[in-house]
């Protein structure tokens, strides 16, 4: 292969390297004959996927030579419905996944220079998409103890080139969440040019009295917006579907830079169909709950280290280095994830599953309690 001239090397942005990519967490392949295996390894729906928008998806298979709707009017407009007309249709944006989503905002805002604000251990592209568009990235690290945010260090993170501040509640990969006073201080000290992004897209599992959703403040706070995901509770994670809803101004704005047919045909049908599929919403939500006092119960009689969640999943400090400790339970037909890559050295994400995939991560590690005391 002829090697590309230097006339077009140096049109190269410096910024965009093959070290930012993003790598999903890892499936497994048995290597034991019949053994089953689990992927608790990418905060899937332990269930599956919400039976209404399969039926959907039946339902739209003979018009896949057709082209899907030029825009998502008509999934804004159940998301209307869902939250109670508590927001204009006009406050939604739609796309091909919460990623997809926090990308076209960094496009609109972030010019080359600029600086942005995230706050470690955090979902990765928040970083990556930054990068790519040529922002320096700030790191505020959460609270060694508790993973909680760190907002006075935030607030003195702040400088005139400060555009975007990512916030996340429930966490990924900690399970920690954002407290109502945290959340208020932070918005009350912050100048109101700067947009902040509050990535929700676990809150179906939260339960703590003091948590709190974008949406009580969407009215109060131009400069916020919220990201959801249908992946995680609607059980629709191959299908990439995410939304936003934040002020009518800036969602019009943001709208100006949507791709035309973002949301696939099958995608888009299946999201609207799963919003009112409230007996499958309540079944995964009921799951994740039971299945973490299951779990804690487990890890505390095995003296396994965990921090408390209020996600779908376990942040892990793992009794052998995190790749010992990954690289066992693979073995044992059970994927996790380590997490050194989000910010979090040494240690694990495990995914709450079905009682059966929980119960052989829990046997699992039996087994590696014994092998580690001989």
Same mark, same amino acid.
């Given at each position: 292969? +002829?090697?590309? $001239? @230097?006339?077009? @090397?140096?049109?190269? !942005?410096?910024?965009?390297?093959? !070290?930012?990519?993003? =790598?999903?967490? +890892?499936? /497994?392949? $048995?290597? @034991?004959?019949?053994? =089953?295996?689990?992927?608790?390894?990418?905060?899937?729906?332990? /269930?599956?996927?919400?039976?209404?928008?399969?039926?959907? /998806? =039946?339902?739209?298979?003979?018009?896949?030579?057709?082209?899907?709707?030029?825009?998502?009017?008509?999934?804004?407009?159940?998301?209307? @419905? $869902?939250?109670?007309?508590?927001?204009? /249709?006009?406050?939604?944006?739609?796309?091909?996944?919460?990623?997809e989503l926090i990308d076209l905002i960094i496009r609109a805002f972030i010019r080359e220079g600029d600086e942005v604000i995230i706050s470690t251990p955090c979902f990765v592209p928040y970083k990556m998409f930054s990068t790519w568009s040529g922002a320096t990235v700030i790191d505020v690290p959460l609270i060694k103890e508790n993973y909680a945010l760190d907002v006075n260090n935030i607030i003195n993170a702040v400088t005139n080139k400060t555009r975007i501040i990512f916030l996340t509640s429930p966490n990924n990969p900690t399970g920690s969440y954002i407290s109502k006073n945290k959340f208020e201080s932070l918005m009350q000290q912050l100048p109101p040019n700067i947009v902040v992004v509050f990535d929700e897209v676990y809150w179906h599992f939260a339960d703590a009295e003091n948590y709190v959703r974008a949406l009580n403040y969407v009215s109060k706070y131009p400069n916020l917006i919220a990201i959801n995901s249908f992946s995680k509770t609607y059980g629709l994670a191959s299908l990439r579907v995410g939304y936003s809803y934040m002020n009518i101004e800036v969602a019009a704005y943001l709208r100006q830079i949507c791709k035309p047919f973002l949301i696939t045909k099958l995608s888009l049908e299946a999201a609207i169909a799963s919003l009112t599929d409230f007996s499958f919403i309540k079944q995964t939500v009921d799951t994740i709950q039971s299945e973490k006092i299951y779990l804690e119960e487990q890890f505390d009689k095995l003296g396994i280290q965990y921090y408390p969640t209020q996600a779908n999943f376990y942040l892990i400090t793992p009794p052998t280095t995190s790749n010992e400790f990954v690289h066992f339970l693979e073995q044992e037909g059970i994927a996790i994830r380590p997490v050194d890559n989000f910010g979090a050295v040494g240690k694990v994400r495990i995914s709450i599953g079905t009682r059966d995939a929980n119960e052989a991560l829990v046997k699992a590690l039996k087994k590696l309690k014994i092998v580690s005391l001989n």
């Amino acid at each position: 292969m +002829k090697t590309i $001239s @230097k006339s077009i @090397k140096s049109l190269f !942005k410096p910024y965009l390297t093959v !070290k930012n990519g993003y =790598k999903g967490g +890892k499936g /497994i392949s $048995s290597t @034991k004959e019949n053994q =089953k295996t689990y992927k608790l390894s990418s905060n899937e729906n332990p /269930i599956g996927t919400s039976p209404r928008a399969l039926q959907a /998806i =039946k339902n739209a298979l003979n018009d896949l030579h057709l082209y899907p709707d030029a825009t998502d009017i008509r999934l804004r407009e159940e998301l209307v @419905k $869902s939250y109670n007309y508590q927001l204009d /249709i006009n406050q939604f944006i739609c796309a091909s996944s919460g990623s997809e989503l926090i990308d076209l905002i960094i496009r609109a805002f972030i010019r080359e220079g600029d600086e942005v604000i995230i706050s470690t251990p955090c979902f990765v592209p928040y970083k990556m998409f930054s990068t790519w568009s040529g922002a320096t990235v700030i790191d505020v690290p959460l609270i060694k103890e508790n993973y909680a945010l760190d907002v006075n260090n935030i607030i003195n993170a702040v400088t005139n080139k400060t555009r975007i501040i990512f916030l996340t509640s429930p966490n990924n990969p900690t399970g920690s969440y954002i407290s109502k006073n945290k959340f208020e201080s932070l918005m009350q000290q912050l100048p109101p040019n700067i947009v902040v992004v509050f990535d929700e897209v676990y809150w179906h599992f939260a339960d703590a009295e003091n948590y709190v959703r974008a949406l009580n403040y969407v009215s109060k706070y131009p400069n916020l917006i919220a990201i959801n995901s249908f992946s995680k509770t609607y059980g629709l994670a191959s299908l990439r579907v995410g939304y936003s809803y934040m002020n009518i101004e800036v969602a019009a704005y943001l709208r100006q830079i949507c791709k035309p047919f973002l949301i696939t045909k099958l995608s888009l049908e299946a999201a609207i169909a799963s919003l009112t599929d409230f007996s499958f919403i309540k079944q995964t939500v009921d799951t994740i709950q039971s299945e973490k006092i299951y779990l804690e119960e487990q890890f505390d009689k095995l003296g396994i280290q965990y921090y408390p969640t209020q996600a779908n999943f376990y942040l892990i400090t793992p009794p052998t280095t995190s790749n010992e400790f990954v690289h066992f339970l693979e073995q044992e037909g059970i994927a996790i994830r380590p997490v050194d890559n989000f910010g979090a050295v040494g240690k694990v994400r495990i995914s709450i599953g079905t009682r059966d995939a929980n119960e052989a991560l829990v046997k699992a590690l039996k087994k590696l309690k014994i092998v580690s005391l001989n």
